[in-house]
């Protein structure tokens, strides 16, 4: 567990001189030393060597560590599996590509992504893009509507930025190809969606996400000066402490194809990896948002802030009700529209009672986290897997007409919704929280920026008003920017930097057996269902100081359990594997929720207990999750690589 | 109306808002040229649900949908006749109840 957890504001570590807004903070990290490198690695033999990987030759000062030593063997450090970059950017969705793009005008990138680099939540956001783009409309009313949903939690500077930026962001994508709707005289088309005053939705199709995407990734692999590496899992970053500061140097990657582990060793990252849905059974995002960013961030010592609030949706599609169970777990749960609520569905337990009308007199058209949190409430007093949604007293024509998708899904596992109920349950759908940024993107690690899902810029508050994701992503790849080419143009890199850390070890069937491998990895799984289901049962839409505290103990049971079994059976510190790295991750993640949690004592927006149920004025304020202390660590909470020289952590 | 024909045979998709445009914006487009989604010619403009935005905007705005008019290649795309909307979604309105919906997914909330 984080050592260190509070609810306050993230000004108030500024005043203890551990700040990282403004430019103070730079020169602190990086003093130059040029003369002790003169005669270092710039040696035309390193340079050419090189440049057969592509990028150029780089000096880093590092003040802390004695290099006279590392001189000589810095050829030994260039090899295929050390690439040295400028800039390398973790997650291929749009925070990360759109900031890709921008930087690569300044130097040498590296994009990083898991899968696929399309497979990222971007590509599963559908709905739009929301910007201030009709002249009727004003930025302080978009900027209005994200404080009422945030329930003014939000920092207002932040949402002042992001709503003011967004429309100069949303040209640029057009210019860079992508197509949004638009109406016969060629204005944009602006749909209006529920939190928002305006028309202000930006949108192509029903398939926004994967549009902009696709236009990003297009313009990513036409630039020369962009390299990514597909099927490369991020392990951890590579840090090192100068002073009181902390500093990140790159990232240890594991490709997944080859099975061999690559160091990145860079002047500046930017995290961009997305959400952590798979810490509950039932999520929209797709199976990479493991939350790995903001669990590297964390171990890394980067401040978190506001996990607590995930968003739920109160009506996805519940498998286990369907009369044939489909073949495969479903990547990412189907959510049923409110549409099907309000043209007439109703909700049912599965005692099939009507239950809406006792928590709401708006029954099923009461707002959506009061649905969801019935819902919640009902599944847990029931000890139930699933409620029903009806819509089958409607005519058959107007059904099939209005939500053809849904019929069609449902029959393809037996169930005609003309004639029968659907099986709903509550999915999580985006991370409100993650790690704490500034302005401009920047973490209280120099060189580490993040934007997109992992970052908590303070944009969204408590809850996330509708169509705000992409916008932030967008927004706040853009600004990371500046500061990100600033320090890229006065570091540089040290060459023989890359050999400072242990290298993680790809864990083999050679190194470990083929027997054990098979049983880790079952157990693996296995763990990862009983940890989604602790975090439904006990982190989900209705908390109580009791559940949290059972899901933390339950947590660490199940964490201690699963580590004890690895390391009884050869597994090592730096022993890595895709599923136990995930699972690592996913520990840290759902730890940072229930502390989050936990330390949350009033009700607001997405988080709601049951012993604190009102919102209270004093508790307006963020949490703030400080790095742990390295004592305490479980393998989930440090990182993999020690430094290899002696030197003060 | 006749300025509306003519204006059509020029480029079959103006309304009579297009004297906003000025045939210099088109080479104000910066970056990649987007995509070329064909257009489907409109009889009239649909000026209830579509917004006139500032003479800037719309000429940034304009310019993608200048270079489709180019070039009609392509599938047809979907015209909204109650909205005015080109290349939308078919069927109700993804945001009638407050999040996007599309066919009975939501997608975003």
């Given at each position: 567990m984080a050592a260190y957890v509070s609810v306050g504001n993230i000004h108030d570590l500024f005043l203890s001189g551990q700040g990282y807004k403004g430019h103070d903070s730079w020169s602190s990290g990086f003093t130059f030393r040029a003369n002790s490198f003169k005669d270092l690695s710039w040696s035309s033999g390193v340079s050419k060597a090189l440049k057969a990987e592509r990028?150029?030759?780089?000096?880093?000062?590092?003040?802390?560590?004695?290099?006279?030593?590392?001189?000589?063997?810095?050829?030994?450090?260039?090899?295929?599996?050390?690439?040295?970059?400028?800039?390398?950017?973790?997650?291929?969705?749009?925070?990360?590509?759109?900031?890709?793009l921008e930087v690569a005008k300044q130097g040498t990138v590296a994009v990083i992504t898991k899968d696929e680099p399309h497979e990222s939540n971007t590509n599963y956001a559908q709905g739009g893009v929301s910007?201030?783009?009709?002249?009727?409309?004003?930025?302080?009313?978009?900027?209005?509507?994200?404080?009422?949903?945030?329930?003014?939690?939000?920092?207002?500077?932040?949402?002042r930025v992001v709503c003011t930026e967004g429309p100069e962001r949303i040209r640029e994508l057009i210019a860079m190809g992508a197509s949004f709707d638009h109406g016969e005289d060629g204005n944009l088309h602006l749909a209006r969606e529920g939190g928002h005053s305006h028309r202000r939705i930006v949108h192509a199709a029903d398939m926004t996400g994967r549009e902009i995407e696709r236009a990003l990734l297009e313009a990513v692999l036409n630039d020369p000066n962009i390299s990514v590496f597909k099927h490369h899992f991020a392990i951890d970053l590579l840090t090192s402490q100068d002073g009181l500061d902390t500093v990140c140097h790159g990232v240890d990657t594991l490709n997944i194809k080859t099975n061999e582990v690559v160091r990145f060793i860079s002047k500046v990252t930017l995290l961009a990896s997305g959400g952590a849905g798979h810490i509950y059974p039932s999520t929209t995002n797709p199976l990479v948002a493991t939350g790995d960013g903001?669990?590297?961030?964390?171990?890394?010592?980067?401040?978190?802030?506001?996990?607590?609030?995930?968003?739920?949706?109160?009506?996805?599609?519940?498998?286990?009700?369907?009369?044939?169970?489909?073949?495969?777990?479903?990547?990412?749960?189907?959510?049923?529209?409110?549409?099907?609520?309000?043209?007439?569905?109703?909700?049912?337990?599965?005692?099939?009672e009507r239950f809406m009308p006792a928590y709401d007199e708006r029954a099923?058209?009461?707002?959506?986290?009061?649905?969801?949190?019935?819902?919640?409430?009902?599944?847990?007093?029931?000890?139930?897997?699933?409620?029903?949604?009806?819509?089958?007293?409607?005519?058959?024509?107007?059904?099939?007409?209005?939500?053809?998708?849904?019929?069609?899904?449902?029959?393809?596992?037996?169930?005609?919704?003309?004639?029968?109920?659907?099986?709903?349950?509550?999915?999580?759908?985006?991370?409100?929280?993650?790690?704490?940024?500034g302005l401009q993107g920047e973490t209280n690690v120099l060189g580490l920026f993040v934007a997109g899902e992992v970052a908590c810029t303070g944009l969204h508050g408590a809850n996330r008003l509708a169509s705000n994701s992409l916008l932030e992503a967008l927004v706040f790849a853009r600004r990371a920017v500046q500061?990100?080419?600033?320090?890229?143009?006065?570091?540089?890199?040290?060459?023989?930097?890359?050999?400072?850390?242990?290298?993680?070890?790809?864990?083999?069937?050679?190194?470990?057996?083929?027997?054990?491998?098979s049983k880790i990895l079952a157990l693996t799984r296995e763990v990862r269902r009983e940890l989604q289901g602790v975090m439904w049962k006990y982190v989900g839409i209705v908390r109580s100081t009791t559940r949290l505290n059972t899901a933390e103990r339950k947590i660490a049971e199940l964490e201690a359990k699963w580590e004890t079994f690895l390391f009884e059976h050869g597994w090592e510190q730096t022993v890595v594997a895709l599923e136990a790295c995930?699972?690592?991750?996913?520990?840290?993640?759902?730890?940072?929720?229930?502390?989050?949690?936990?330390?949350?004592?009033?009700?607001?927006?997405?988080?709601?207990?049951?012993?604190?149920?009102?919102?209270?004025?004093?508790?307006?304020?963020?949490?703030?999750?400080?790095?742990?202390?390295?004592?305490?660590?479980?393998?989930?909470?440090?990182?993999?690589?020690n430094i290899s020289s002696t030197s003060v952590l | 109306m006749a300025t509306n024909k003519i204006v059509r045979l020029i480029a079959p998709s103006r309304s009579a808002s297009s004297r906003f445009l000025e045939p210099v914006s088109r080479f104000l487009s910066s970056g990649t040229p987007p995509p070329q989604p064909p257009q489907s010619p409109s009889p009239s403009p649909n000026e209830d649900q579509v917004v006139k935005p500032d003479q800037k905007l719309q000429e940034n705005l304009q310019m993608p949908k200048e270079e489709e008019d180019e070039e009609e290649g392509g599938g047809g795309e979907f015209f909204n006749k109650d909205t005015g909307e080109i290349g939308g979604p078919r069927g109700p309105e993804p945001t009638r109840y407050g999040d996007w919906e599309q066919r009975g997914r939501c997608s975003d909330f």
């Open positions: 990028c150029g030759c780089y000096s880093r000062v590092v003040s802390t560590f004695n290099e006279s030593s590392k001189i000589n063997t810095s050829i030994r450090a260039v090899s295929s599996s050390t690439k040295y970059y400028d800039f390398t950017v973790i997650g291929s969705g749009v925070a990360g590509l759109r900031y890709a910007a201030v783009l009709c002249p009727l409309d004003s930025v302080e009313s978009h900027m209005q509507d994200t404080m009422v949903a945030g329930a003014h939690l939000c920092d207002e500077e932040t949402v903001m669990a590297m961030a964390h171990r890394a010592q980067a401040v978190i802030s506001n996990m607590e609030f995930v968003q739920f949706h109160p009506t996805a599609l519940a498998d286990e009700g369907l009369p044939i169970k489909p073949q495969t777990a479903r990547e990412n749960a189907f959510l049923i529209t409110e549409a099907v609520r309000g043209d007439g569905g109703i909700l049912y337990n599965l005692a099939m099923e058209l009461a707002p959506r986290d009061v649905v969801a949190r019935s819902i919640d409430d009902q599944l847990k007093k029931r000890k139930e897997k699933y409620v029903l949604l009806d819509i089958s007293h409607k005519p058959r024509e107007k059904i099939l007409a209005h939500f053809p998708n849904i019929a069609s899904e449902c029959l393809k596992h037996g169930l005609d919704i003309t004639r029968q109920p659907i099986p709903v349950v509550p999915a999580a759908h985006y991370m409100c929280g993650g790690v704490r940024a500061p990100s080419t600033d320090l890229m143009k006065s570091t540089r890199l040290d060459v023989s930097a890359s050999e400072k850390w242990t290298r993680p070890v790809v864990a083999t069937a050679r190194s470990l057996g083929e027997d054990v491998i995930e699972m690592r991750n996913l520990f840290c993640c759902a730890k940072l929720v229930v502390s989050s949690a936990l330390a949350r004592h009033e009700s607001r927006g997405l988080h709601y207990t049951t012993d604190f149920p009102f919102v209270e004025e004093s508790k307006r304020i963020p949490t703030i999750i400080l790095p742990s202390s390295p004592t305490t660590a479980s393998w989930s909470s440090r990182q993999l690589q | -």
